[in-house]
Every structure is written in structure tokens, then in C-alpha cells.
């Protein structure tokens, strides 16, 4: 069921980390196709709460809705930031921020996308992780967490990302996900949907890390059949800095990270391109990006 005429996509991208000066540009570079493209923004846009503003508010400009989920960046309280907000506090937050935008969040109600490749459902998660992606050898989290201070493999987010008032982001995660869940089960059951989230709902993804450790801060094995139990037509996610293209259960999984400047630099393909979730892509698309 498409609008007469109506043309249009659902696009897509994340980790566009501007505050490394060279991936400015390229953020200031993104524009729609037509005057009718969504834009799904997967998390990591930026440290502070202020290049966090600008980079959202310059896109909210250009396309006629953006859609963002947060990642742990924006959830980390920098030393350089103005806001020191920590914790859910920070999060609530960036969500007011967006809302004045007119940037849709995790917080708000769902958006239908019925353009070409409609109608579906669109749901920006914030889900977290909760260290159950754990290395062989260790049954607990805190084993895992311990295995990874060991190697020396630790995310950031251990020093900065607070989860004031909660005692863990083990426990916010815990949170997030049966709030989320709930919401979910109250969606129109007709529709299918398109899960946007910072973090992977499956493991899978997680295997080709350089350092597979790492996966304890990737997501949660709590989600791991929400792709069918929600109905997915496509899950969109960033936080690996690894894009790409794959199927779980049938389901397209995109990884849509722009990613840090060595990164990209290192591609071979030109940075800063949108990737098309809805229509889907004619044929059959290409695994690596
Ligand atoms: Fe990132
Ligand atoms: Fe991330």
C-alpha cells in the first residue's frame, strides 16, 4: 500500500561520530534523495550534547523525518561537555533535545513508514547490553568482565558511561528490554516492523570481531529471537563499525556505521553513503560495504 505518486525511502546510518573533525563533512554532505526519505540514525552521533544537537538538527532540516537511537556515546559524560548529566537523567535529556528537533526517539510512539516497501512499523529501540555475550569459560558476567581486564580489551564505557540511578547498565539493560518488549507486544500485529537499535539484537554479528571479548558490551541474549517474535522485516544497527549486509531467520540485519576516519579511510568505497532499507534492494545486495 503505497501513496499514489509517492516515492521515497527509508534510509539509513550511524556511529557518524562528528566529534573527530573529519567526519563533519561528511555529515554535512548527507542528503535525501527525494523530498519524501526518512532517515534512521543508529546511535554514536557524537560525545556531547551539543554535537549531538547540531548533527540531528542539520538532518532534521534536510529529511522529512529522522528517527534516532542512542548509542553509548552520546551516553557518556565527557570531560569536555557542558552537560553533565549521567545516567537515565543524560538519556531523558538528549530525548527533549530530539523532541524539540522533531527527531523521533525510543521514548515516543511508534512511526508507520508507508512509502515504498510499506507499510511497516518503525520502532527505535534503547536496549543496552548486559555482558551475556561471554566469552568461552565464563559463566558470569562478572567473569567475563574480569576475563576482558585480564586481556586488556575493556570498553570506554566502563569509566564513562554512568547508569545513575541504576546500580549496573546490566540492570538499566534488564529494564529497557522488558519496557520494550511490552511496547512491542502492543504494536499493530498487522504490520511488520523495522527494529532500529545501537546495538545488534543477535550475537551473530559479533563473531568477526577483532576482539571477540568485546562482544560482552554488544548486546544482550535477551533478544535474541526478537527479529521473529517482533516481526522484523529488517533490523538496522551500528556499534561494531563493521558494515555490512546479513540474514538471521531470513531477516535482513544492516550494520550501518560510518564509523571513525581510519576507518573509513581504509574502505575503498566513498564514505558517508546512505544504505536503502526500504524498498528493499533489488537483487541480491552486497554482503561487505
Ligand atoms: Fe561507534
Ligand atoms: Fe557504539
Same mark, same amino acid.
Given at each position: 500500500m503505497t501513496r499514489a505518486g509517492w516515492d521515497g525511502s527509508l534510509l539509513a546510518i550511524s556511529d557518524l561520530h562528528v566529534g573527530h573533525r573529519d567526519n563533519r563533512p561528511i555529515v554535512e554532505a548527507l542528503r535525501p534523495e527525494t523530498p519524501h526519505d526518512w532517515l534512521l540514525v543508529a546511535g554514536d552521533v557524537a560525545e556531547t550534547v551539543a554535537d549531538v544537537e547540531w548533527a540531528l538538527g542539520?538532518?532534521?532540516?534536510?529529511? =522529512?523525518? #529522522?528517527? $534516532?537511537?542512542?548509542?553509548?556515546h552520546e551516553l557518556w559524560t565527557t570531560p569536555g561537555d557542558q552537560v553533565r548529566l549521567r545516567g537515565v537523567a543524560r538519556y531523558q535529556h538528549l530525548v527533549e533535545v530530539c523532541r524539540r528537533l522533531g527527531v523521533?526517539?525510543?521514548?515516543?510512539?511508534w512511526a508507520v513508514w508507508d512509502g515504498p516497501g510499506g507499510p511497516v512499523t518503525v520502532a527505535p529501540l534503547f536496549l543496552l547490553y548486559d555482558?551475556? $555475550?561471554?566469552?568461552?569459560?565464563? /559463566?558470569?558476567? &562478572?567473569?567475563?568482565?574480569? &576475563? =576482558?581486564?585480564?586481556? +586488556?580489551?575493556?570498553?570506554?564505557? &566502563?569509566?564513562l558511561l554512568?547508569? /545513575?540511578p541504576y546500580p549496573s547498565r546490566s540492570a538499566w539493560c534488564a529494564d529497557r528490554v522488558a519496557e520494550t518488549a511490552r511496547r512491542l507486544d502492543e504494536r499493530d500485529p498487522a504490520l511488520p516492523t523495522v527494529l532500529v537499535n545501537h546495538w545488534p539484537l543477535v550475537r551473530e554479528p559479533t563473531r568477526i570481531l577483532r576482539h571477540p571479548i568485546f562482544a560482552q558490551w554488544c548486546g544482550t541474549e535477551a533478544t535474541a529471537d526478537w527479529h521473529r517474535r517482533f516481526d522484523a522485516a #529488517?533490523?538496522?544497527y551500528g556499534h561494531l563499525h563493521i558494515p555490512r549486509t546479513t540474514w538471521y531467520d531470513g #531477516?535482513?540485519? &544492516?550494520e550501518v556505521s560510518l564509523g571513525y576516519p581510519r576507518e573509513w579511510r581504509s574502505?575503498?568505497?566513498?564514505? +558517508?553513503?546512505?544504505?536503502?532499507?526500504?524498498p528493499a534492494p533489488d537483487g541480491v545486495p552486497p554482503t561487505a560495504w
Open positions: 542539520l538532518l532534521a532540516d534536510r529529511f =522529512a523525518r #529522522v528517527v $534516532w537511537s542512542p548509542g553509548n523521533l526517539t525510543p521514548d515516543d510512539p555482558h551475556s $555475550w561471554r566469552p568461552p569459560g565464563c /559463566d558470569t558476567p &562478572e567473569a567475563a568482565l574480569a &576475563e =576482558a581486564y585480564r586481556t +586488556g580489551i575493556v570498553c570506554t564505557d &566502563e569509566r554512568d547508569p /545513575d #529488517v533490523m538496522v #531477516v535482513r540485519f &544492516e574502505r575503498g568505497v566513498p564514505p +558517508g553513503q546512505l544504505r536503502r532499507i526500504l
